[in-house]
């Protein structure tokens, strides 16, 4: 377990890692420091090739209830420019999480507020218990979900966007699969069964072939099929065929055997 103040990041024997929210006693909620923890916590993450894949996690009753109510006071008291400087810095935490190499499966239980809620979107996958409620909240203040807009948009579309945005009003775990936020909805008490049953699903395949689709996905974005990134999709697909995984992952198959990457499967 990696020390930190108000995050911890955890990597368990088979190379996946979780970063967990640790601030139970206040939800959860964001500050500077727990904004500067995780920018530390993806990176590490990022600079360890051997990694499978990594969950975004959060200790206690709720995922995170947003903005921490004494951070938000001190940002109302600093200037335009110092104000610049913080969405800056946030914004460059969304973008790592959402360009980290490797699959991202966000996990949810309670509040998921406004910023939480980019977080969630950052993520390649995310599940959620039952009781998840969503909102992006800042209107009710006064301010705008500025900063998470764009990833919140690729999440649940422009026109779900606009109305959750304008109105702040809460939706529950149910309508958050309806949107495409979450792409499962459990029990809370099966919750934990389903993070091992999403681990057992993700550590059966081939590790370099899952970054090197998130890659190439990412570079997709729109998914518009023009020449360059179809260019490049037809070298990906010949130099994951032609190297050691993919020659694997293929013999395996015809032998009708497991690959060779399983073998640290619980």
């Known amino acids: 377990m990696h020390e930190f103040s108000t995050?911890?990041?955890h990597i368990s024997a088979d190379n996946v890692a979780s970063v967990w929210l640790n601030r139970p006693d206040k939800n959860n909620a964001f500050n500077a420091l727990m904004l500067e923890e995780l920018q530390e916590a993806f990176h590490r993450v990022s600079q360890q090739p051997g990694l499978r894949f990594?969950?975004?996690r959060?200790?206690?009753?709720?995922f995170s209830a947003g903005a921490d109510l004494?951070?938000?006071q001190a940002s109302a008291r600093l200037s335009y420019a110092e104000n610049l400087a913080e969405a800056v810095r946030l914004n460059e935490l969304m973008a790592q999480l959402?360009?980290?190499p490797l699959p991202t499966v966000a996990v949810v239980q309670g509040a998921a507020f406004a910023g939480a809620m980019g977080l969630v979107s950052c993520?390649?996958?995310a599940i959620a218990a039952d009781d998840a409620l969503f909102s992006l909240s800042e209107v009710r203040l006064g301010l705008a979900p500025a900063v998470i807009s764009p990833?919140?948009?690729q999440a649940i579309g422009p026109r779900a966007a606009r109305r959750y945005a304008l109105t702040a009003e809460r939706f529950d775990a149910l309508r958050a699969r309806e949107l495409g936020l979450l792409d499962e909805v459990y029990p809370r008490a099966e919750l934990e069964a389903a993070v091992q049953t999403w681990t057992r699903r993700l550590l059966g395949n081939g590790p370099e072939a899952m970054r090197a689709c998130k890659a190439l996905l990412l570079e997709i974005g729109d998914g518009q099929p023009t020449a360059s990134r179809q260019a490049q999709a037809q070298a990906l697909i010949a130099r994951l065929r032609t190297g050691t995984e993919g020659q694997e992952g293929m013999q395996a198959f015809?032998?009708?055997r497991a690959p060779a990457w399983t073998e640290v499967m619980p």
């Open 54 to 56: 990594m969950f975004l």
């Open 58 to 62: 959060a200790h206690g009753r709720h």
């Open 7 to 9: 995050v911890q990041l």
């Open 98 to 100: 959402q360009h980290l």
């Open 254 to 256: 015809f032998d009708k």
């Open 70 to 72: 004494a951070w938000m």
């Open 123 to 125: 993520c390649d996958m």
């Open 151 to 153: 990833y919140v948009v």
